[in-house]
């Protein structure tokens, strides 16, 4: 049976959230069982798999109830019930396999015997028809010419609209697995049934029966041969739609002209009224020409347009019968006509609202011709003034490009969200909104404090432009103090941490230290752009400020978790000496990360799962730390040293 060519549906879905960085593998789809043993005194029986059906025959004296199949499937998949575990086979069985991807598939199981040896020669020909050493040829017994046929040879229902789209899906010795259209009551099913000639059956053609679970008949031949029969019925999901398959191959590859061929596996002569629509990236679908279709084969060829733009599409094809209207799809990518710049993709998971300049790194969906990738030029482009984008990597597979972002141009450039993006191929160039917004990296400006006045051990906040201004993808260094004393001598504090991932900051928390010497200080502020020029308003330091008690709360071990760990994974754990209590833990902080959203224990915490970027700072650096405690209307540090956990 064909199936829905699924794969380009996945892609357009990976697309949405991929991220090209950690380049994740897809989750597999496979899901199948590979094998399905019965081991009885040390002699393994191994059942016959066909689709989705399994059948196996054991000896007559084996007892059906209690059976444990021994069963293999795909690697990374798991199965419903498990191998080993026993079962009634006296009746049908179910397995589900479910692969990486969630995705399931269900077998049914059907178990017989074999038949027990009767010692009859039935034809009179003075052999031993049953192999038991017995020559029977004079016992009455003989049948004569009857026939020993017992077969199913057609099934069909005829309280249906359509008998002929009863299916066939399997045939074995002693089953028949049949699809029905979808929407098919399957539980009243008046069936039309042909068998062997001068065969009768049980029950009767023409029954009305409840197919749901699967109906036994015996077909009894005219010499008395009897032989058993399991008719099983599936509903077909949406079963016209799966029944699309894109049979055209490597469609980035096709011009506007040519033409898409699509199996339709339901299509039917009864089918005359049929249209096809074609649409790209998501927008509003257009009709598209037949040029022929082919009943037999049953193949609708689609002419794609003369002339299109690069993206994801997707044709869309409706029949009609009259009576039901059914519709189907077929997804693809065309790389061969105008580039198309889809937008800047997520990182992590989480959607970019900005880009940095210079030199930070971001992904694009960007459609362009596979065969000629090395002969295109990217931009940003602002006031007609071009900004050459730098090539990482170009995947034509996901159809995205890693860019970085130019170095800071020697002319003045303004932050905004008006820049464009612009993709330059065979003198001609492409011109799209880039739709987010591209700041602008410059020296720390207009820096003043919210107090000039600090006494050592003092956390204080300088404020200002592009003071805490930091790359989302990569490390940044932290923001720089530098303290000048008036014979010119200075030292530089490092900001305690950058105030929050991924957004234009305009300030950076600062500490004097404690042993930091009385003064008066001219200052500037450095970020990793450069050094900002002396502000004219002095600092001045004073004597320490007053010590405060510490907490009783103490940090025993804090750890950074594996994250395959089985508990706690990607997340930091910190355990204390004793019960939490009525103290309040407001964060986890580290030099260049503040964790604010916790779990609380009796006398432990943990952090919420961590983004790949901080998890891989932590587990990478080991960083010290302190956990922000308030109790009695006072704050505490209870500091630690991170260690890597299991």
Same mark, same amino acid.
């Given at each position: ?6 794969? %380009? ?23 199948n069982?590979?094998?399905? +043993?019965?081991?009885? /005194? ?14 196996? @025959? ?6 059906? $109830? ?7 499937i ?36 059907? +178990? ?27 016992n ?7 026939s ?13 609209? =359509? ?25 009243? %099913? ?23 679970q699967?109906?036994?008949?015996? !077909?009894?031949?005219?010499?008395? $041969? ?20 894109l ?60 002339? *299109?733009? /690069?993206?994801?599409?997707?044709i ?14 077929? *997804? ?33 969906? +960007? ?17 007609g ?9 170009i ?36 011109? =799209? ?5 591209? @700041? ?10 919210d ?27 932290l ?10 001598s200075f030292k ?14 305009? =300030?950076?928390?600062?500490? !004097? ?13 450095? /970020? ?10 002095? !600092? ?19 750890e ?10 990607k ?8 019960? !939490? ?10 030099? /260049? ?24 700072? %932590? ?16 704050? *505490? @540090? ?9």
């Open positions: 049976m064909k199936k829905l060519y699924t794969t %380009l549906v996945c892609l357009l879905l990976i697309l949405g959230c991929k991220d090209d960085k950690d380049e994740t593998l897809p989750l597999s789809a496979e899901k069982i590979l094998s399905f +043993v019965f081991t009885l /005194n040390d002699t393994p029986y191994s059942a016959t798999i066909s689709g989705t059906t399994i059948s196996a @025959q054991l000896p007559a004296d084996t007892s059906l $109830t209690t059976l444990t199949p021994t069963i293999s795909s690697k990374g998949a798991t199965i419903s019930p498990n191998t080993g575990i026993a079962q009634d086979f006296s009746k049908e069985v179910s397995y589900t396999v479910t692969a990486e991807n969630k995705s399931t598939k269900t077998y049914k199981v059907m +178990v017989t015997k074999k038949e027990k040896d009767d010692g009859k020669d039935d034809d009179n020909d003075g052999k031993d028809d049953d192999n038991n050493g017995k020559d029977d040829d004079n009455g017994n003989d049948n004569g010419t009857k020993s046929k017992a077969e199913i040879l057609a099934i069909t229902f005829t309280n249906i609209d =359509y008998p002929e789209d009863v299916t066939v899906l399997d045939k074995g010795e002693t089953y028949i697995k049949l699809e029905v259209p979808e929407g098919t009551n399957i539980k009243a %099913l008046t069936s039309s049934i042909t068998i062997s000639e001068r065969a009768t059956i049980e029950p009767k053609s023409g029954a009305t029966l409840d197919y749901s699967g109906v036994r008949y015996t !077909i009894t031949a005219e010499d008395k $041969t009897e032989k058993i029969f399991y008719v099983i019925v599936e509903e077909g999901y949406n079963s016209f739609e799966k029944s699309f398959e049979l055209t191959k490597n469609t980035e590859y096709l011009k506007g002209g040519d033409v898409i061929s699509i199996e339709v596996g339901r299509l039917k002569p009864r089918h005359k009224n049929i249209k096809a629509y074609i649409s790209y990236n998501n927008k509003s679908k257009v009709e598209a020409k037949i040029k022929n279709i082919d009943y037999n084969k049953k193949l609708i060829d689609v002419v794609l347009p003369n002339t *299109y733009t /690069n993206g994801a599409y997707e869309k094809i409706k029949v009609s019968d009259g009576k039901k209207e059914n519709e189907g799809s077929v *997804y693809f990518f065309l790389n061969q006509g105008t580039p198309f710049f889809k937008g800047v993709l997520s990182e992590s998971g989480i959607p970019r609202q900005r880009v940095l300049l210079p030199n930070e790194e971001f992904t694009a969906g +960007v459609y362009i011709n596979p065969n000629d990738k090395e002969n295109y030029s990217f931009y940003l482009r602002k006031n003034q071009d900004y050459s984008l730098i090539v990482k990597k995947d034509t597979y996901y159809n995205t490009i890693r860019f970085e972002t130019p170095k800071k141009p020697t002319t003045p450039l303004e932050s905004g969200s008006d820049f464009q993006f612009v993709i330059k191929y065979q003198g001609k160039e492409y011109v =799209y909104p880039f739709m987010i917004y591209v @700041q602008i990296a410059d020296i720390p400006t207009k820096l003043e404090l107090n000039y006045s600090l006494k050592k051990g003092e956390e204080f906040t300088v404020h200002g432009e592009c003071v805490g201004i930091r790359y989302q993808d990569k490390h940044t260094p923001p720089k103090l530098k303290l000048i004393k008036e014979d010119g530089y504090i490092e900001a305690l941490r950058f105030p929050e991932k991924g957004i234009l900051s305009f =300030y950076a928390p600062f500490k !004097i230290p404690k042993d930091f010497e009385s003064g008066k200080y001219k200052w500037t502020v450095t /970020n990793f752009v450069g050094e900002s020029a002396v502000v004219d308003k002095m !600092i001045t330091i004073e004597g320490a400020t007053t010590p405060v008690a510490p907490s009783h709360l103490k940090v025993t071990k804090a950074i978790v594996d994250k395959s760990a089985g508990f706690f994974p997340q930091v754990y910190i355990t204390f000496n004793e019960a !939490i209590g009525n103290a309040k833990l407001k964060a986890i902080v580290f030099p /260049n990360l503040k964790i604010e959203n916790m779990i609380t224990y009796k006398s432990a915490v943990t952090s919420s799962r961590l983004s790949d970027n901080d998890y891989n700072y %932590l587990m990478n650096n080991l960083p010290k730390g302190y956990v922000l405690i308030e109790e009695n209307g006072k704050e *505490y @540090q209870a500091e630690f040293s991170l260690v890597k956990g299991n």
